[in-house]
């Protein structure tokens, strides 16, 4: 039997992230993986040597001294990992039926484009804007915080917080305005967290919209060359990389973690284990409700996990650039209601009226290896519900009947004919053309239910609605979506956060 002094079950950014920092440390630290590539989300894949991302589209606070900036420079891996910032004057457009409006990196722009298309809203916005502003500080305050007298401080604001912890997005929105135009283009990014303003968390959507008003950026080398780096560094700092070796179970004794069991027959001792897998895969299936107190299997019960996705990859020798597209990502909105368009797949069936979302890498990162010279790699991601694709969940993966692959196609047809709006002649100059599912995120991430964002960001699932990094198990941590929010930048938050926990428990011992 294997001893370290931690265990990582999973290998999204999260984990290599709790990984990386306990290695660094000089602690022994396994990673073990259930599927055949690390990375999870930030593992991509290659058709006829077009190479597409799976989950890593853009970044925020990659601005030198900003947060993720500095996180990935404590975890030494800027030497060989580099950001290109997306267009500044709009990285994000907004698309609704007879009106754009971009994002960019100055929130000041955002409220004078919005003052200047909405007059009559202007003193409206004034006052959201400065609500806004004061959030968001409170909400950085409290991420910063470390010690007695930082928390001290920081209480003020915490009135501030408490009382819109409550609120939906769309709440606090109708306290400000009137327009649903205005309301719908202040809703535009709630695809992040794919809820509409109707369900979505108001903190959240005001953390997500500063987020990347401080600047959007795309990895030099797509999401591959950021799980490489992260591997590569693990391997030079002395951890053990294992991949097809997932866990069947966390071993317990006198209540306490003490390694694990994987489902090819394998024990690894450790006194400190950390899961990147899903609160609910890693407290129902790996310890087990009978091992818990109630209150945290009520909580797991209770759990709501967010919506999934259907995603259309396309390499083409199509020129995205002659039909006036550059690197912003496009989010498409065929009406002012969004709560009416997402209601449907909410409710377990398809989008009736589909919005989705359209990015091209390669006018991202147009020197990097995403697709032959002179070619290039589209994709589209449209939300979808697991309950339409349930049936086909206990098939062979890769070898789902014929009835899956025909929802599944028609869906992606859907959405490829959305996106002849923006790009004209796709489907007949595509090279490759490859469709995922619900069912896809479940098989290769272990996603509940297929989500792509974890659990759902509704107001009663954040803060101490999430799981944080500390578990009901002694020695056992947690990270990822669950732990602390969906998205890169809280998923790498929440991994060093367990890693450095991780750290200071051993120091206990």
Known sequence: MSQYDVIVIGSGIG?????????RAGKSVL???????????????????????????????????????????NLGLLDDLEFRE?????????????????????????????????????????????????????????????????????????????????????????????DPRLKAALSGPGGDIGLPPGSAAALVMIGIIAHFSRGAYYPIGGSKKVRDTYVEHLEKNGATLKRRSPVEFIALK????????????????????ISNASALHTLRDMVGYSELPKRPVEKMRRSRYSIGSVCVFVGTSQQPNEFGLDDANIWNYPSYDIDSLYRPVLEGRQMEEMAF?????????????????????????????????????DQPVLKRDADYMKLKNEVGQRLLGAAEK??????????????????????FANTPDGSIYGMDHIPSQIGSGRWGTRSPIEGLLLCGADSMGGGIAPCVTSGTAAGELAIHMLKKR
Not at 45 to 73: C, N, P
Not at 169 to 177: A, E, G, S, T, V
Request: charged share 25%; net charge positive.
């Open 422 to 443: 923006y790009l004209p002649g796709l489907e007949a100059r595509a090279e490759v053309i490859e469709i995922s599912s619900p069912l896809t995120n479940s098989s």
């Open 254 to 273: 006198d209540g306490k973690a003490t390694g694990v069991r994987t489902k090819t027959g394998e024990n690894y001792q450790a006194p400190v284990v």
């Open 31 to 73: 990673v073990l993986e259930a599927e055949r590539q690390f990375g999870g989300f930030i593992n991509p894949f290659a058709r006829k040597k077009f190479w597409f991302d799976t989950g890593i589209h853009y970044v925020g606070e990659m601005g030198e001294g900003r947060s993720l900036y500095r996180q990935f420079e």
């Open 86 to 178: 997306l267009n500044p004057q709009g990285f994000d457009r907004y698309v609704f039926p007879d009106y754009e409006i971009r994002l960019g990196n100055s929130l000041d722009d955002f409220h004078h484009q919005l003052s200047r298309d909405f007059p009559s809203e202007q003193n409206a916005l004034n006052k959201f804007f400065k609500r806004f502003k004061e959030i968001d500080r409170s909400l950085r305050d409290l991420q910063k915080r470390k010690g007695l007298w930082a928390t001290i401080s920081l209480l003020p604001k915490i009135p501030l917080l408490l009382r819109y912890k409550g609120y939906t997005y769309k709440q606090l929105l109708d306290q400000y305005f009137v």
């Open 357 to 393: 979302f359209l990015t091209v890498p390669t006018l991202k990162d147009p020197h990097a290896n995403h697709a032959p010279q002179g070619k290039h790699t589209v994709e589209l991601i449209t939300f979808a519900p697991w309950k339409a694709f349930e049936p086909w969940n």
């Open 15 to 23: 984990g290599l992230s709790a990984a990386l920092t306990v290695a």
